[in-house]
C-alpha cells in the first residue's frame, strides 16, 4: 500500500527520485520497477504499480461503453497519456514531457502515496488543492470523529 508525503528533489538531469518506502510498497518486499504515468485528476500525475494500472483498465475503463462520446474522451485521457516509466539503479525516473506540461512541474514536486496509486504534484499546485480547515472538520465529521 502507498502511503505518505514526500518532496523529493529533480537533478539537473529532470529525473526524480521516488521515496525506497513507495518504491518497496509491495506487500512482497519487491522493488517496483516500472511505474505507469498517467493524466491525474486536478492537474497531477497518477503513478501505479504495472498489477494495479492492468486491474484498474480491465475493471473500470475496458467496461465503458464506447458508444458514449464522454466514455471516449475518459479512455483518451487516460490511455493516451500513459506511459511506462523504468526507474534507474538509484530509484529516479524521467516523466515524460507530455505529463509534466499537462501537471505544471517544474523544479519542486510533491509525491503523494494513495493506497494503490501515486500522484505526482507541482508544489505550487498541490498548495491550492491542500484542504483548509473547514473542509477538514467536515471530513472529519463524516468519517465518525
Same mark, same amino acid.
Given at each position: 500500500?502507498?502511503?505518505? =508525503?514526500? *518532496?523529493?528533489?529533480?537533478?539537473?538531469?529532470?529525473?526524480?527520485?521516488?521515496?525506497? &518506502? !513507495? /518504491?518497496?510498497?509491495? $506487500?512482497?518486499?519487491?522493488?517496483?520497477?516500472?511505474?505507469?504515468?498517467?493524466?491525474?485528476?486536478?492537474?497531477?500525475?497518477?503513478?501505479?504499480?504495472?498489477?494495479?494500472?492492468?486491474?484498474?483498465? =480491465?475493471? *473500470?475503463?475496458?467496461?465503458?461503453?464506447?458508444?458514449?462520446?464522454?466514455?471516449?474522451? &475518459? !479512455? /483518451?485521457?487516460?490511455? $493516451?497519456?500513459?506511459?511506462?516509466?523504468?526507474?534507474?539503479?538509484?530509484?529516479?525516473?524521467?516523466?515524460?514531457?507530455?505529463?509534466?506540461?499537462?501537471?505544471?512541474?517544474?523544479?519542486?514536486?510533491?509525491?503523494?502515496?494513495?493506497?494503490?496509486?501515486?500522484?505526482?504534484?507541482?508544489?505550487?499546485?498541490?498548495?491550492?488543492?491542500?484542504?483548509? $480547515?473547514?473542509?477538514?472538520?467536515?471530513?472529519?465529521?463524516?468519517?465518525?470523529?
Amino acid at each position: 500500500m502507498f502511503m505518505g =508525503e514526500f *518532496r523529493p528533489s529533480i537533478d539537473e538531469k529532470g529525473r526524480i527520485a521516488i521515496p525506497v &518506502r !513507495l /518504491r518497496k510498497a509491495f $506487500g512482497e518486499e519487491r522493488i517496483v520497477n516500472t511505474l505507469i504515468l498517467t493524466h491525474g485528476f486536478d492537474k497531477c500525475i497518477m503513478a501505479f504499480r504495472q498489477d494495479d494500472w492492468r486491474e484498474f483498465v =480491465e475493471t *473500470r475503463l475496458v467496461p465503458l461503453s464506447q458508444a458514449d462520446p464522454k466514455n471516449r474522451m &475518459r !479512455l /483518451r485521457f487516460l490511455m $493516451g497519456g500513459a506511459a511506462d516509466c523504468e526507474l534507474d539503479r538509484q530509484g529516479r525516473i524521467i516523466i515524460p514531457q507530455h505529463l509534466k506540461e499537462y501537471a505544471e512541474i517544474g523544479s519542486e514536486v510533491i509525491i503523494l502515496g494513495l493506497y494503490n496509486r501515486v500522484e505526482i504534484w507541482a508544489s505550487d499546485l498541490y498548495a491550492r488543492y491542500r484542504p483548509d $480547515g473547514e473542509s477538514l472538520n467536515s471530513f472529519a465529521g463524516e468519517l465518525g470523529f
